[in-house]
């Protein structure tokens, strides 16, 4: 059983950064895809950025692409999403979920994922 964690997350102005993390309790989690997903209040969870386990694939939303950025430290069992250019819509509690992916359309797909994290609530100011 994968335990993730999350954090990063916090209260910003409208065009500032955060970088959230993803930390997870096992060595495993180094040959898994995991993915970032947001849940906004009274929408459905949805897909932000996913990263392959060897970081050689990395998928984004279409709302978030040449703003935030996935990355991976598998010797720190760590993942991360730089978020830059925030905007008022960008808020959300942020998940992580990791699990194998074997398709690359899998990689946006809520039902793939397995393990999740607890969630980090983004706020952002206009």
């Known amino acids: 059983q994968v335990q993730m964690v999350e954090s990063g997350g916090g209260l910003v102005q409208a065009g500032g950064s955060l970088r959230l993390s993803c930390v997870a309790s096992?060595?495993?989690?180094?040959?898994?895809?995991v993915a970032w997903f947001r849940q906004a209040p009274g929408k459905e969870r949805e897909f932000v950025a996913a990263?392959?386990?060897?970081?050689?694939?990395?998928p984004y939303a279409d709302s978030v692409k040449d703003r935030f950025t996935i990355s991976r430290d598998n010797a720190k069992n760590t993942v991360y999403l730089q978020m830059n250019g925030l905007k008022p819509e960008d808020t959300a509690v942020y998940y992580c979920?990791?699990?194998?992916?074997?398709?690359?359309?899998?990689?946006?797909?809520?039902?793939?994922?397995?393990?999740w994290g607890q969630g980090t609530q983004v706020t952002v100011s206009s």
């Open positions: 979920a990791a699990d194998r992916i074997y398709s690359y359309s899998d990689f946006r797909r809520l039902g793939a994922y397995h393990y």
């Open positions: 096992e060595r495993a989690f180094n040959v898994y895809a």
């Open positions: 990263i392959s386990w060897t970081g050689g694939t990395t």
